[in-house]
């Protein structure tokens, strides 16, 4: 019996572009958000597909990616189907902002 992985599976595309992103020579756990940072950049935001290939090629859990990638809001995550938008713009309304008088 040939075991298969639950959940979603990275497809070879999508693989490849995360691959080429962070390299295939065994991505640092502790670069996670790097990483993310760099597909965020890369595509104007965190595509499932890239999320689900970033998991595999790390060989972490699907939904520590996703935990850390929901959790700042710097990133935005963008749905199968859905086509990143040409231009997002964050007002920041955080204590920092505020202190430097920047959240008017």
Do not use: W
Not at 5 to 33: C, H, T
Not at 81 to 99: F, H, K, P, Q
């Amino acid at each position: 019996m040939i075991a298969t992985l639950k959940g979603r599976q990275a497809d070879d595309v999508s693989l490849k572009e995360v691959q080429d992103l962070v390299g295939v020579d065994a991505p640092r756990r502790d670069l996670l958000i790097e990483y993310l940072h760099l597909l965020n950049d890369a595509n104007r935001g965190l595509h499932e597909r890239h999320l689900v290939a970033l998991a595999k090629v790390m060989n972490i859990p699907m939904a520590e990616v996703y935990e850390v990638a929901t959790f700042y809001h710097h990133f935005e995550v963008i749905r199968d189907g859905d086509v990143a938008a040409d231009l997002t713009i964050r007002v920041c309304y955080g204590l920092s902002c505020e202190l430097a008088g920047e959240s008017r």
